[in-house]
C-alpha cells in the first residue's frame, strides 16, 4: 500500500484528491493539510511515502516545503500540484529531486498513473515543454556522480536490481537516483535514455 500525504490550500480541493485517490485499493490518503507549517509537523510523524504538494500555499510556499522534505526527508516522494506546467519555471524543483509534476485539471486516470508511476521510482512530469527544455539540450554538469553512474548502467540495459547488486545499494535508492537523473536531464523515456546516451558515447566502449 502506498501512502500518501495531501498539502493544498483549498479545501475541496484536498476533497477531490482523496475521492479520486479512494477509488484505488493500492493507495491510501493518510494525511493532509491546507498549511505548509502544519504539514513540516505532520509530515515526519505520519511518514508518508509520497507527498502531493501545491505550490501556491499563502502561509509558507510550496516551495519552502519542498526544499525541507528533500534536506530532511529525501526518502519521500514529492509530486507537484500545479497550475504552471512550464519546465522553466519547474526546472528548479525538477533539479532538486521532484519526481512528479501533474496539472491540477489532471482526471482521476492521470493522478492515478502519476501516483503509481513516482511510487515505482519514476519519473512522471505532466510539463509544457519549450524545444530548449528536451533532452537535446541537457547536460551531464547537473548530475550527481552517482546519478550519471546509474543512468549509464541503465543505457547499458541493466535492470534496477542488477543496478543496486553492482553497487551495493538498495534497489530503491538505485531507482531513485535514477528518477532524479533523468528529471534533471529532461529525459522522459528509455528510449531518451539510449539517445542521449549515444549523443554522450557512454555505448561506444560496449
Not at 55 to 65: A, F, I, K, N, S
Not at 91 to 115: F, H, M, Q, W
Not at 146 to 151: A, C, D, K, M, T
Request: glycine residues 10%; charged residues 20%; aromatic residues 4%.
Amino acid at each position: 500500500m502506498t501512502t500518501i500525504y495531501l498539502l493544498d490550500d483549498h479545501p475541496l480541493v484536498i476533497e477531490a484528491l482523496r475521492a479520486m485517490i479512494g477509488q484505488a485499493n493500492d493507495l491510501s490518503v493518510i494525511g493532509s493539510s491546507t498549511s505548509g507549517v502544519d504539514a513540516m509537523a505532520e509530515i515526519p510523524e505520519l511518514a508518508p511515502d509520497i507527498v502531493v504538494a501545491d505550490l501556491g500555499m499563502p502561509e509558507l510556499p510550496g516551495e519552502e516545503v519542498i526544499r525541507w522534505l528533500r534536506s530532511t526527508h529525501p526518502d519521500i516522494a514529492i509530486i507537484v500540484l500545479t497550475a504552471r506546467r512550464n519546465l522553466a519555471t519547474l526546472r528548479p524543483l525538477v533539479d532538486g529531486g521532484v519526481l512528479g509534476v501533474i496539472g491540477k485539471t489532471a482526471v482521476s486516470g492521470e493522478l492515478l498513473n502519476c501516483i503509481r508511476t513516482v511510487a515505482a521510482g519514476e519519473v512522471f512530469l505532466e510539463i509544457e515543454n519549450s524545444p530548449n527544455d528536451t533532452g537535446d539540450g541537457a547536460t551531464v554538469d547537473a548530475l550527481s556522480n552517482r546519478e550519471l553512474e546509474v543512468l549509464q548502467m541503465v543505457a547499458r540495459g541493466l535492470s534496477g536490481k542488477q543496478i543496486a547488486a553492482q553497487l551495493g545499494i538498495a534497489a530503491k535508492t538505485a531507482e531513485t537516483h535514477k528518477a532524479r537523473g533523468l528529471a534533471k536531464l529532461g529525459l522522459f523515456s528509455r528510449s531518451d535514455i539510449f539517445q542521449f546516451a549515444h549523443r554522450e558515447g557512454w555505448l561506444d566502449n560496449n
